[in-house]
């Protein structure tokens, strides 16, 4: 398959009063062509600081990439001024953001929103990209889109608003689609409609999309690969199967416990005790060592290295690596 991004040993740090953060600590994966990749895990674990860092939107200060790259068409994200950025940014990278009830202008029109990104980005008319918004409303599923593109936001409900605000991310036809949390601030109906869509555009399109989300309902139904993360690393990767039927780290069978199930009956949810570590200090072991039930000396001693469980499935956990019973004797 075609690689499209390959974002290596990303490092983000934040400068603020009490200290830094180390929000995403070494974080490495790669998008295909056509492909959906679920980045996963609970709030605060570094998802949205790392999709913000490949469109560069991390403000700066007190954010700052410290170490790594984002390789995009063979050019270095993490390298590139402000101004070359801006020709990438919705033209070949786009960005879906958490909340459609604020991510539209309140005093513009949808049809002159969508068709802006268009004139910013392309050598076109006005009328052609109004023409071009009209298909798009018309590909995202709005009723009656030649009256619609004269209507401000307020006046469509908040799936209705998702949908436009898919259609500018998608309207310069872009090869990479990050969306973060898109389906946070709907009903269950409406985010079913916003999952079939992304199926529907991904199939007609070929987009490689990037879903950022902390709802494994969600990720069962789009996603081809899954990376999870915990406190700003990824601590297991693989094809969907994998991780729903075979996790190995602890953190995500947690997650997985965490999860209501109709096929269960009687099942209660099994939480994930304990807090997520402070990242002005990280812990120099696993960062899950204590809240995992599992754990063992060597946890809290050194962080595990990946583990290649089989054919695309990794692990970081020394419960799935023969050199921890050697470095357990040696550390005892």
């Not at 539209?104 to 910013?120: D, F, H, K, R, W």
């Not at 915990?230 to 075979?246: C, L, P, T």
Request: proline share 6%; charged share 25%; with cysteine.
């Amino acid at each position: 398959m075609e690689k499209v991004l390959e974002v290596q040993d990303l490092t983000v740090k934040f400068a603020t009063y009490g200290g830094e953060v180390q929000a995403v600590r070494g974080v490495s994966f790669d998008l295909y062509k056509g492909e959906t990749l679920a980045i996963v895990g609970e709030s605060g674990c570094g998802k949205s600081v790392t999709s913000q860092s490949i469109m560069r939107l991390i403000p700066n200060p007190p954010g700052k990439i410290t170490r790594g790259s984002i390789l995009f068409k063979g050019r270095d994200l993490a390298k590139l001024s402000e101004k070359a950025m801006r020709k990438i940014r919705g033209a070949d990278i786009s960005m879906i953001f958490q909340d459609p009830m604020t991510a539209l202008n309140p005093t513009i029109t949808v049809g002159q929103q969508i068709a802006e990104s268009m004139m910013q980005h392309e050598n076109i008319t006005k009328e052609a990209a109004n023409k071009k918004a009209l298909d798009m409303l018309n590909l995202v599923g709005i009723p009656n889109p030649k009256e619609r593109l004269k209507q401000y936001p307020h006046e469509f409900s908040g799936g209705m608003r998702q949908r436009i605000v898919i259609a500018m991310a998608l309207v310069c036809e872009p090869e990479v689609l990050i969306a973060d949390e898109p389906t946070t601030a709907l009903d269950v109906t409406i985010q079913a409609q916003i999952l079939e869509l992304f199926k529907e555009i991904q199939a007609k399109t070929g987009v490689s999309i990037i879903l950022i989300t902390h709802d494994l309902g969600v990720v069962a139904q789009v996603a081809d690969r899954i990376a999870v993360m915990y406190a700003g690393k990824i601590v297991e990767a693989g094809k969907r199967r994998d991780i729903f039927y075979q996790p190995q780290h602890p953190y995500t069978k947690g997650l997985l416990q965490s999860v209501p199930r109709l096929d269960l009956s009687g099942g209660d949810l099994v939480p994930i005790a304990g807090s997520p570590p402070d990242l002005f200090a990280p812990p120099i072991g696993c960062s899950f060592a204590a809240r995992c039930s599992y754990a063992m000396e060597v946890c809290d001693r050194v962080y595990p290295g990946e583990i290649l469980f089989r054919n695309e499935h990794s692990v970081s956990c020394w419960l799935q690596d023969e050199r921890a019973k050697k470095l357990v004797s040696t550390i005892s």
